[in-house]
């Protein structure tokens, strides 16, 4: 079954300590992954997508097929960067485009 | 850039009420349009999506419909609203990565 599995609820850090928001995944085939983002007050956003290969905002990811995971790091929090993370899987064929959710993490960078 | 417009922002319904909620697309022509709902503790949930006019595809089974009678239009409807349909209804669209309206609140009391 495809799956995304987002274990933290919550992950809370203090402002220059390191992020890893964790995501791991279950899909046969060559998975497409994203992380989205939504910040307090507005609508849900893309932060990035693995084939991209890029970093925003300081944020990396890289897709690890062997462990299956996708995990979503930053080398320094900052304040700004207290948020609602999703992991994202793309499923389905063609041009359907759906994608299967995690649960969601929420990142609490402390001052 | 594509902008997705949802309302009402949030709703508070009696259980067996009917329900509408809307979502329309700016900015773009023939997308591919999605319900989402996230119910507590849960992650998003994808319950209908169309590639066009007429197209609902559902993914889930539940007390819930949609339609798409616009390219840009696509609705979310139910004749009698259960207590099990609150939640945190979300519309996206997609021409190659998704975007997402505001969201609704839906409380069915």
């Known amino acids: 079954a495809q799956r995304v599995t987002q274990p933290e609820k919550l992950l809370s850090v203090f402002k220059g300590a390191p992020v890893e928001l964790k995501c791991n995944y279950s899909?046969?085939?060559?998975?497409?992954l994203f992380w989205y983002v939504q910040y307090s007050r507005q609508r849900l956003q893309l932060l990035l997508r693995?084939?991209s290969r890029e970093s925003i905002k300081g944020f990396t990811a890289d897709l690890n097929k062997g462990e299956t995971s996708f995990h979503l790091k930053k080398p320094f929090a900052q304040e700004e960067d207290s948020a609602m993370y999703y992991c994202?899987?793309?499923?389905?064929?063609?041009?359907?485009?759906?994608?299967?959710f995690g649960t969601g993490t929420l990142l609490a960078v402390q001052p | 850039s594509q902008t997705i417009h949802q309302w009402p922002a949030t709703l508070v319904q009696p259980v067996g009420s009917p329900l509408s909620l809307e979502c329309t697309v700016e900015?773009?022509?023939?997308?591919?349009l999605y319900w989402y709902r996230q119910a507590a503790g849960r992650g998003l949930q994808l319950l209908f999506y169309s590639v066009g006019i007429g197209q609902i595809s559902s993914e889930v089974p539940q007390n819930l419909s949609a339609s798409r009678p616009q390219d840009r239009q696509f609705i979310l409807s139910s004749k009698k609203l259960l207590l099990s349909d609150s939640g945190f209804y979300l519309c996206g669209g997609a021409k190659n990565i998704q975007y997402f309206g505001a969201g609704t609140r839906l409380s069915v009391l």
């Open positions: 899909y046969s085939g060559s998975p497409e």
């Open positions: 693995h084939i």
């Open positions: 994202a899987l793309k499923s389905g064929g063609g041009a359907t485009n759906k994608l299967i």
């Open positions: 900015g773009t022509s023939n997308p591919n």
